[in-house]
């Protein structure tokens, strides 16, 4: 059986608006809530990943209030 799921996604800064390649982490909960900056501007979001069993991954990124 092949693994299609991916290790990466990209999000949108929602502060920079540029484009960000963070990881997945397949191995966790299937619900991730937590926070990472942006590798563009270093402002800090809230990452919320959702897996689901057919291999998708949903991702949203929302700023974090500093």
Same mark, same amino acid.
């Given at each position: ?9 990209? !999000?949108? *800064? ?10 997945? /982490?397949?191995g966790?909960?299937?619900?991730? @809530?937590y926070?990472?900056?942006?590798? !563009?501007? *270093? ?10 069993? /057919? ?6 990124? @929302?700023?974090?209030?500093?």
């Open positions: 059986m092949t693994d299609h799921r991916a290790d990466t996604a990209e !999000v949108t *800064c929602p502060f920079c608006f540029q484009p960000n390649e963070i990881a997945l /982490d397949w966790g909960a299937d619900k991730q @809530d926070e990472e900056d942006c590798q !563009v501007c *270093c402002r800090p979001w809230r990452v919320r990943v959702q897996f689901h069993t /057919d291999g998708e991954a949903e991702v949203s990124v @929302d700023p974090l209030e500093e």
